[in-house]
């Protein structure tokens, strides 16, 4: 089969590879129908994280099921399948809490910019649709592997609430699916920071009510302005800086709630000012397999549209220009399809 | 009157001083007739933190209302009142969402180690109890202006919840009362992590069900043997140093929280080690005001015994020696009666 390997910053490559076999009776391998690049692949191809040895790429996907292991009774070849980007058992003691993501048998995945795909934990990570879906609900449920579950997580953990106010830190897919994770959890105003203009218009069709254009201290000034003087209830920090875990810590109102799903990339939090801020933080990979349920329903009957934060749809081996057009924001997100 | 005056760290005076006078409409005065020393400030007795000019000391106070300002008419001269070490109006959009100590009015109290003290913001700070309590209710109505409260706010921080785990990290006096709170919203099995044999006896009378005598990395395995390995749901961080949040973030589960009460100094959380353990973090001076009218139900019904904290009563006059009973550990906790 082919799939992508990165060599160096800048040098992603489409290569022939072994193609993945059952190593262990959880597991399943699926034939890829969609896969994409993440913001999080920039860190790497953008020299901000080692890279090591050639290593493939990739952990969002959706396929047919072309094989199973012994254990894994959920699915079966032949079914169409949405998974999450941390494998799961879905039976160990974080699990059963609601953090999948931290599951004591976790594997990241790491090989999904491929025709084929190996998925540990398949027991527990993959969920099938009743049917094979439409092609163009395809995007949406590619997206829920990931940007719209950690969106998801980002507003459940910022503890969106019906009425209130919530503040979007970042434009990217993930910062764009927070808007329509906000939206369906009732926040009444929710204001996208963004200076973008397409990606401001796709905020405000997912249900932003503000756009805040101004970074740092002089975007915390807006959105103290839009708030009452004091901030916003819940924050959805979604980019992984120091620059915008400050952004997103000075923007929320006291007692009000930080959920960050950006990887932190050089933030240390001030234990003081956190704690005369009353902020309630917290972060991490999303659960997305706590949700696929709900969020794969949620595709299919039309309700939200995350597969449109995909502005830019390539055949799969010209994943290099997948990466490079969103290295240069010439896209939000780039689709790849076998 | 007199009060206490701190100079230098281990020089805190006892001195002449004026008598308050009511300054602003919002100003009750009141008779002091318990106060004490907190741990923290044994923070600047002990030179860890800067002094400046020589200064009053002491927040936590009960006593009979003196005389009150014009706009003052939830309490009268005549009064038992038991109020905050945060002064709050109750009535500004951060009190309205429950943060009183983050009142956008708040003044912080920093005189009441004295005979008489002024009570700015006093309309939304005091609170009278129907009538004057026997003197054996004193020193739980005294622990509720600040170590009941802020033990209450550290498990809500934590978000203890019936049948759940706690783990307590921290055996002054605010740490034992953190037990009592546990148990009081549910907590099945309340860890405290303690050294010193008497507040393990008065940990365990308040409630705990295990004491964790180790420190460190060595408590925090500790802690997971008690937790099927993977740490307890909630953990109060009562102390503030960079030491015991280490202890208390990593003897919290995946998805757990952390409620931190103790004034951080030089505390910093990296934020990528944050966010692979989905543990939400949120601290702060209590909002104390939120829950007097329950705390004080609950201390006068005898349901709690937080006075219990106090194992030394010194005339106000020797407030010197509360402050150096404390330092060197005699005391837990020094009252003082004027």
Known sequence: MRGAVIYAPGDVRFENLDDPEIINPTDAIIRTVATCVCGSDLWPYRGAEPIGDPHPMGHEYVGIVEEVGAEVTNVKPGQFVVGSFATSDNTCPNCRNGWQSNCLHREFMSTCQADYVRIPNAHGTLVATDEHPDAEAVPGLLAVSDVMGTGWYAALAAEVKPGSTAVVVGDGAV????????????????????????????????????????????????????????????????????????????????????????????????????????????????????????????????????????????????????????????????????
Chains 1, 2 share one sequence.
């Open 175 to 338: 910062g764009l699916c927070g808007v329509i994770a906000a939206k369906e959890l009732g926040a009444e105003r929710i204001i996208a920071m963004s200076r973008h203009a397409s990606r401001q218009t796709l905020a405000l069709e997912f249900g932003a009510t503000d756009i805040v254009s101004e970074r740092g201290e002089e975007g915390v000034a807006r959105v103290k302005d839009l708030t009452g003087g004091i901030g916003a209830d819940s924050v959805l920090e979604c980019v992984g800086t120091a620059e915008s875990m400050r952004q997103a810590l000075h923007s929320t109102r006291p007692g009000g709630n930080v959920g960050f799903v950006g990887v932190p990339h050089d933030v240390r939090v001030d234990g003081q000012e956190l704690f005369f801020s009353h902020v309630g933080l917290r972060g991490g990979p999303a659960p997305v397999r706590a949700y696929l349920p709900d969020l794969i329903d949620r595709v299919l009957s039309g309700r939200i549209s995350p597969g449109r934060v995909f502005d830019l749809t390539l055949p799969l081996d010209q994943v290099a220009e997948g990466y490079k057009a969103m290295d240069e924001r010439r896209s939000v997100k780039a689709l790849l399809k076998p």
